[in-house]
């Protein structure tokens, strides 16, 4: 690459500016000070993404420079990124790492921190180790090590310089061609799905495509990674969204024939492909991966690559207009990425226990109108499964649910003639349902469903506590 050449070259240039490199690349991140503010959320997504684009002119000059917090960052690096007004990012290039190695690190954060207030709180009343610490991590301090900040300072030759102002005119031009746009919904989210006897991630999933399908009447590639986890050194297999069942139901909700208990039917006939398929990739039987490493190996050793991977319908496969990915814990607002194709649209999503939450990027495209049209879609399957008033009540009595320790649930099983065998049944269910959904989202359990008449009675004070009206709820 072009900034491979400019690197080796200041390597080259000077031995102090090798040794500046060396620490940096030694370093486990780089934290990054932005003198921002982000008006709203998608300001703050499109920074913590790519930076801010901002031309200045000095009094007196008539050559304006970038003044964006765009030329301050270091890609090689993880970065995290904290802003004048306190929030904070993590950046990071996706080839070292996957987003649930980055999302493992900013929770153990989170945690931490959470941790160590509650500790500041409770110490003068209980002994210091009444709240054990998340992380126990030890520090050496070496007193003859000085850890103070030390400005790095590189020499830099006059064709780098004009290497850098290139470099930043490119990025200034990606910029002005991105858009990036934030939905939270917050009327249902995984306690209404699951509740419908859905997978929340497969559901998320089908709501991108039908937006896309509703919005230009296309049924096109989308691609969802599935961590492989299970196996050593395992990473992701790709996930095609884009089935046959997906396409029929895309297809009838955007008819005004079908009735809305077809549409409902064809939905979950197309999330439930959805989650079968995803399961068959965790478990490596996807082929993406393993063809695409059949082709590098191929080309790096000289060896004729077959015609396969010149067909148009491999190529089709391999456009992908939606490139989504699931990742995201109470740790974090948002979670995004940009388009793969010219053409195309990043849509990382967050699935929380009673919202959505769609970061959706692209370059020269109707992204905020995506947004509206996927929201549209989404208030639509709240009226067709019953409303505002029914997920009120679920969302009731899912927390009520959770309130419940075993000892709670054994009683309220005993008295309700529930079955030994099925007292353990209900309390790992709970614990099924309690736990942020795993790395696919997968939470949808036909076991789960069994504690539906388990759950504490619904009656006129319920009604009052969620702020529901009574007659609306007995409607819906």
Not at 187 to 201: L, V
Request: aromatic fraction near 10%; proline fraction near 3%; include cysteine.
């Amino acid at each position: 690459s072009r900034w491979a050449h400019v690197r080796e070259n200041l390597i080259n240039h000077s031995a102090h500016n090798k040794a500046a490199l060396e620490i940096i690349d030694s370093a486990l991140f780089v934290l990054v000070l932005d003198d921002y503010i982000p008006k709203d959320i998608h300001e703050a997504a499109a920074n913590f993404l790519h930076g801010s684009y901002e031309l200045r002119t000095d009094d007196g000059d008539e050559i304006d420079y970038q003044a964006g917090t765009c030329i301050n960052r270091w890609y090689d690096k993880l970065q995290l990124i904290v802003c004048t007004d306190g929030s904070a990012g993590v950046n990071f290039e996706h080839s070292a790492i996957d987003g649930h190695t980055a999302l493992r690190f900013v929770s153990d954060i989170f945690a931490d921190t959470v941790v160590t207030f509650a500790q500041s709180i409770t110490k003068t009343i209980y002994s210091k180790d009444h709240i054990p610490s998340h992380l126990n991590a030890k520090v050496n301090s070496d007193p003859t090590i000085d850890t103070r900040p030390k400005r790095l300072n590189f020499d830099i030759p006059s064709a780098s310089l004009e290497h850098i102002h290139h470099a930043e005119t490119l990025l200034g031009d990606q910029i002005l061609a991105s858009h990036t746009h934030i939905l939270e919904f917050r009327d249902f989210g995984k306690t209404f799905i699951t509740g419908n006897k859905m997978s929340p991630d497969s559901f998320v999933q089908m709501s991108i495509i039908l937006a896309y399908y509703r919005l230009y009447g296309e049924f096109v590639c989308a691609y969802e990674p599935v961590l492989t986890k299970f196996f050593l050194h395992g990473r992701t297999e790709a996930m095609r969204s884009a089935t046959p069942k997906a396409k029929l139901f895309c297809e009838c909700w955007c008819s005004s024939f079908p009735t809305r208990q077809e549409k409902i039917q064809h939905l979950m006939d197309a999330v439930s492909e959805h989650a079968s398929l995803v399961k068959e990739c965790a478990g490596g039987k996807g082929v993406d991966r393993h063809l695409f490493s059949l082709k590098s190996i191929a080309s790096k050793n000289n060896v004729p690559v077959p015609d396969f991977f010149n067909d148009a319908g491999y190529k089709a496969l391999n456009h992908t207009y939606l490139s989504t990915s699931n990742c995201g814990n109470p740790s974090l607002r948002l979670f995004g990425f940009g388009p793969v194709v010219a053409d195309g649209f990043g849509i990382g999503y967050i699935i929380r226990d009673h919202g959505l939450q769609y970061t959706v990027t692209s370059k020269h495209r109707q992204t905020e109108r995506f947004v509206n049209t996927l929201a549209r879609y989404l208030k639509e399957v709240q009226n067709f499964c019953g409303g505002a008033a029914k997920i009120a009540v679920r969302n009731y009595r899912q927390t009520s649910a959770e309130k419940m320790d075993v000892e709670g649930l054994e009683s309220f099983d005993s008295q309700n003639s529930v079955s030994p065998r099925n007292k353990t049944k209900v309390a790992q269910d709970m614990m099924y349902s309690e736990a942020f959904d795993d790395i696919y989202g997968e939470s949808t359990d036909a076991g789960m469903m069994d504690k539906v008449k388990r759950r504490p009675s619904v009656d006129a004070k319920t009604f009052k506590e969620v702020g529901v009206d009574i007659d609306e709820a007995l409607m819906a």
